[in-house]
Nanobody
C-alpha cells in the first residue's frame, strides 16, 4: 500500500518561507513523478509544481514560478517544496501527489496522479 505523508505546513507572515516535505512509502520512490497541488477555500485544487523521477527537470505554475522550488531525495523517499516570498494568496491546503509513469512528461492534471497525501495547511498572513 502506498502512503504519502506531508509535513511542514503552518502559519507564516507574508514574505516568509516554509518548506513542505512529502514522505512516500510502499513502493520504490523512483517510480514516481512527484507533484504538489493546493486547494484554497471555495476553489478547485490546482497544480503547483512537479518533478521528474530523477529530479533533472521540474515544472511550475506561473503563480509560483521564481518563488517555489520542488526537489526530491530518492535516497530518503521524500519530495520537498521550498516556498519563499509567500503571499496571502498562497494560503491553501497543500497536497503532494505521485504518478507512476515511465516517461519524463510532467502532467499538471489532477486525474493523472495515482496517489495523494492527506494535505497540510499553509496560512500566510498579510
Amino acid at each position: 500500500q502506498v502512503q504519502l505523508v506531508e509535513s511542514g505546513g503552518g502559519l507564516v507572515q507574508a514574505g516568509g518561507s516554509l518548506r513542505l516535505s512529502c514522505a512516500v512509502s510502499g513502493r520504490p520512490f523512483s517510480w514516481y513523478i512527484m507533484a504538489w497541488f493546493r486547494q484554497a477555500p471555495g476553489k478547485e485544487r490546482e497544480f503547483v509544481a512537479a518533478i521528474t523521477r530523477s529530479g533533472d527537470d521540474a515544472y511550475y505554475a506561473d503563480s509560483v514560478k521564481g518563488r517555489f522550488t520542488i526537489s526530491r531525495d530518492n535516497a530518503k523517499n521524500t519530495a520537498y517544496l521550498q516556498m519563499n516570498s509567500l503571499k496571502p494568496e498562497d494560503t491553501a491546503v497543500y497536497y503532494c501527489a505521485a504518478r507512476v509513469y515511465s516517461g519524463s512528461y510532467i502532467s499538471t492534471r489532477r486525474v493523472d496522479y495515482d496517489y495523494w497525501g492527506q494535505g497540510t495547511q499553509v496560512t500566510v498572513s498579510a
